[in-house]
């Protein structure tokens, strides 16, 4: 393995100049440290993150908290940390992706090692267990999700209440008087996925102020569950003219249940989706949806997190809660119901 003596050698300085080139901590004419990373890059050389943290006091990474649940979508969870791993990167930032079921017990591991400078947590339960370990923790951390009590943490999601309300909203305003809003599974809610039951109560209480007959209803996390759960669905509700979906897995399903009842969006049945621009793209659906931000959403919180890594936020800045608004995306999907009589 290449060391910081190899490169000295190599590009004929001392081993102290080889160290401050590469560092920065001091300064070295433009031709000497040019020449320096030009021999460290042909080397392949990287710095030793354990001496590196010795010297510096910090490790330049980030621990990533994020579990693949299997009541959840994959894909979409991939989204969001792709957003942190991104952001953490053209930061300067290595991402540690720590997706141990036991949470708290990770977190208390890297943490107490000293293994990151800061910590993103993605999975938000409404009364998440690893928040105590994070406030305990010597670094600073920042939620993708809203719990119950945000002391202590930065925290960045979608408005989710707002999302709900949008989606009613945006039918009601093209006449649709029945609708039908297919969730995350139940299983999701009891856990403390508090983002399911945030969007379905605010499109409830929306639909009732509206006098819209809104059937709130939980759909599975995959195939073929989900799209054998739409079809019954669709035959039990056959008055409904717009369907909401708050479930990644029921959006990807629905474009095969649509073909296989001939039906079509908006002709037949007007479809409103919460999901990203790069999920509509990556499974060609082409409904109307909720932009759901993760990528966005990563970059606030990384961005927050390295602020205060790097105490560049003042002594003392309090901690925020910042929601994003939904930004309704037309791809042509909704209309005014069809005349069925």
Same mark, same amino acid.
């Given at each position: ?11 004929? &300085? ?24 030009? &021999? ?257 959403l990563g970059r606030m919180a990384v961005r927050q997190l390295v602020r205060r890594i790097e105490h560049q936020a003042p002594e003392g800045e309090p901690y925020v809660v910042r929601f994003v608004s939904p930004e309704l995306v037309d791809r042509g999907s909704t209309a005014p119901p069809p005349n069925r009589h």
């Amino acid at each position: 393995m290449v060391n910081i003596g190899d490169v000295a050698r190599a590009a004929g &300085v001392a081993r102290s100049t080889a160290s401050y080139a590469l560092s920065g901590k001091r300064s070295v004419s433009d031709e000497v440290r040019d020449r320096v990373r030009r &021999v460290a890059a042909e080397l392949g050389y990287t710095p030793n993150a354990g001496a590196r943290a010795l010297a510096t006091s910090q490790s330049k990474v980030i621990g990533l908290l994020a579990q693949f649940l299997p009541d959840e979508f994959a894909p979409a969870m991939l989204q969001y940390i792709q957003g942190v791993a991104n952001t953490a990167r053209d930061a300067g930032y290595d991402i540690l992706l720590a997706s141990d079921p036991d949470g708290p017990g990770a977190l208390k591991r890297i943490t107490d090692s000293r293994m990151v400078d800061g910590v993103v947590l993605l999975n938000v339960a409404e009364n998440d267990d690893r928040l105590p370990i994070l406030r305990a923790a010597p670094q600073p951390g920042a939620l993708v999700g809203l719990p119950a009590d945000c002391t202590g943490v930065d925290v960045f999601d979608l408005d989710f209440e707002e999302a709900g309300r949008a989606m009613v909203e945006h039918l009601d305003r093209l006449g649709h008087r029945e609708l039908i809003l297919v969730s995350q599974p139940e299983h999701v809610i009891e856990r403390g996925g508090a983002y399911v039951w945030r969007l379905q109560n605010a499109a409830l209480e929306t639909a009732r102020n509206r006098g819209i007959t809104l059937h709130a209803v939980h759909g599975s996390s995959a195939q073929p569950e989900i799209g054998r759960e739409l079809h019954a669905l669709l035959d039990s509700r056959p008055g409904a003219t717009g369907l909401l979906l708050n479930n990644e897995a029921a959006a990807a399903a629905l474009p095969t249940v649509l073909h296989e009842r001939r039906l079509s969006a908006p002709g037949d049945l007007s479809v409103l989706g919460r999901y990203s621009d790069e999920f509509a793209r990556t499974f060609s659906l082409p409904f109307s949806s909720i932009e759901s931000a993760p990528d966005r959403l990563g970059r606030m919180a990384v961005r927050q997190l390295v602020r205060r890594i790097e105490h560049q936020a003042p002594e003392g800045e309090p901690y925020v809660v910042r929601f994003v608004s939904p930004e309704l995306v037309d791809r042509g999907s909704t209309a005014p119901p069809p005349n069925r009589h």
